[in-house]
T-cell receptor, first 114, second 109 residues
């Protein structure tokens, strides 16, 4: 379909391993968000892109987290040297433009660090 | 600081009963408020936003700036309404959705 697509759906990583999570937003959507959702919690903001520009990365929990969107479409969230506390569902969302418009969410990537 | 609270983790009601999911927020500006819903095994999706003033699937929500609340209401709950409900605000820059912790609504037959 034409919705937001995330891959992989599930990822198991050994502690210390690097991981890369991919998000394909809806074509033409300017805004892209990454969220982290721990078990039993609501999504927590990580970072925001407007086209290729990362305008807000205030939610990234540490310098082990890095996100990019080099061509203003596909985005990758990279986590280096994963820790057990990184285990969560990582959600990507996109919207047509900045502001009060609907954000469309992907199914998420469930990351488990063992 | 921006914050959204949903005091109930779980709310159980019988089919046909009224339901109210509470949401309070703290924000220094004029926030845009939303309700998102996640049905079992489905992705998070928008239910309604305060600026639209619309009723979706029988749900309504009124922004009360005096009480800083945006409670979600439905007069007669249906079993298919069972889901996780998240209240969220969008900051003035449109850059950050702040979500509440969510309330699981269970509608019993």
């Amino acid at each position: 379909g034409a919705g937001v697509s995330q891959s992989p759906r599930y990822k198991v990583a050994k502690r210390g391993q690097d991981v890369a999570l991919r998000c394909d937003p809806i074509s033409g959507h300017v805004s892209l968000f990454w969220y982290q959702q721990a078990l039993g919690q609501g999504p927590e903001f990580l970072t925001y892109f407007q086209n290729e520009a990362q305008l807000d990365k205030s939610g990234l929990p540490s310098d082990r987290f890095f996100a990019e969107r080099p061509e203003g479409s596909v985005s990758t969230l990279k986590i280096q040297r994963t820790q057990q506390e990184d285990s969560a569902v990582y959600l990507c969302a996109s919207s047509v433009e900045r502001g009060n418009t609907e954000a469309f969410f992907g199914q998420g990537t469930r990351l488990t660090v063992v | 600081a921006q914050r959204v609270t949903q005091p109930e983790k779980l709310l159980s009601v019988f089919k046909g009963a009224p339901v109210e999911l509470k949401c309070n927020y703290s924000y220094s500006g004029s926030p845009e408020l939303f309700w998102y819903v996640q049905y079992s095994r489905q992705r998070l999706q928008l239910l309604l936003r305060h600026i639209s003033r619309e009723s979706i699937k029988g749900f309504t929500a009124d922004l009360n700036k005096g009480e800083t609340s945006f409670h979600l209401k439905k007069p007669f709950a249906q079993e298919e309404d069972s889901a996780m409900y998240y209240c969220a605000l969008l900051d003035n820059y449109g850059q950050n959705f702040v979500f509440g912790p969510g309330t699981r609504l269970s509608v019993l037959p």
